[in-house]
């Protein structure tokens, strides 16, 4: 059963991380959705966060988890946010459960695929050797060599815990992302469409959903809108949390 968060009480809105990523990522907007009247589900995904590691990894798999984790909860009519790896996850979960999900926002990813572009950031995380018990501060340290981006490291470190007293460790399952990061790039299959109402929001700054992609979101969402965060990057809800939310309550509403 996946590990999730729940805050306030109403219509169900689920909200869905992206890679490398955990619900504490949406805590401060969750909070707000949830004194805007919703029942707001901060989920961590499979081998993500404080949810179970598993060597089985892809959007089928994560699609299904999510499922289990409505029923188990007897959530219907949901609404859901998904950003980056998150977004192809609920991309895949409206199309295939249609009845399930009635409005879909989708965070700075396209359905179509993207070819792999984490091996920096692999590199980084597969270069910290938890065995020599390196401190907070040494992580970084070794992270910083490959990922020079102070706030791409910032949201890695989210991820650093203390397994035990003197012990850091993630709580990703970096063993299998590094077998499965070919998963993280797929797209929907074409005939996958969902006809309810979604709308796409994409940093100015992120080159994840141009404006060529267009015509592919509407071939599989026709009731679909696309709103551009300008001066914002991929991590668009945490550079512009404001537009974001403001965003996000007018269409929901």
């Known amino acids: 059963m996946l590990y999730s968060k729940i805050e306030g009480s109403g219509k169900p809105l689920l909200i ?3 890679f490398l990523g955990m619900s504490d990522n949406w805590k401060t907007l969750g909070t707000q959705f949830a004194a805007d009247g919703f029942q707001v589900h901060l989920l961590d995904l499979r081998n993500h966060g404080r949810s179970f590691h598993s060597d089985e990894f892809s959007y089928e798999i994560m699609v299904q988890d999510v499922y289990a984790y409505c029923q188990e909860n007897a959530l219907e009519s949901i609404d859901v946010i998904g950003h980056s790896m998150g977004g ?71 991820s650093l815990f203390w397994q035990e007293p003197g012990q850091l460790a993630f709580r990703f399952n970096l063993k299998v992302f590094n077998e499965k990061i070919d998963e993280i790039g797929k797209a929907l299959a074409s005939d996958q469409v969902f006809e309810k109402p979604v709308l796409f929001i994409r940093g100015g700054n992120s080159n994840y959903i141009l404006d060529s992609d267009f015509d592919g979101i509407h071939n599989h969402f026709p009731d679909s809108k696309i709103l551009t965060i300008p001066n914002a990057g991929h991590w668009l809800h945490a550079e512009n949390p404001k537009m974001f939310y403001e965003f996000v309550s007018l269409f929901l509403k």
């Open 16 to 18: 869905i991380h992206g």
């Open 88 to 158: 192809k996850t609920a991309m895949l979960l409206a199309t295939v459960y249609p009845d399930l999900v009635d409005k879909l926002i989708v965070a700075d990813i396209g359905p179509k695929f993207y070819p792999p572009h984490h091996q920096d950031i692999l590199a980084g995380l597969n270069a910290v050797d938890f065995s020599v018990k390196p401190s907070r501060n040494e992580v970084e340290e070794i992270m910083k060599n490959y990922i020079p981006d102070f706030g791409t490291r910032q949201f890695l470190m989210k």
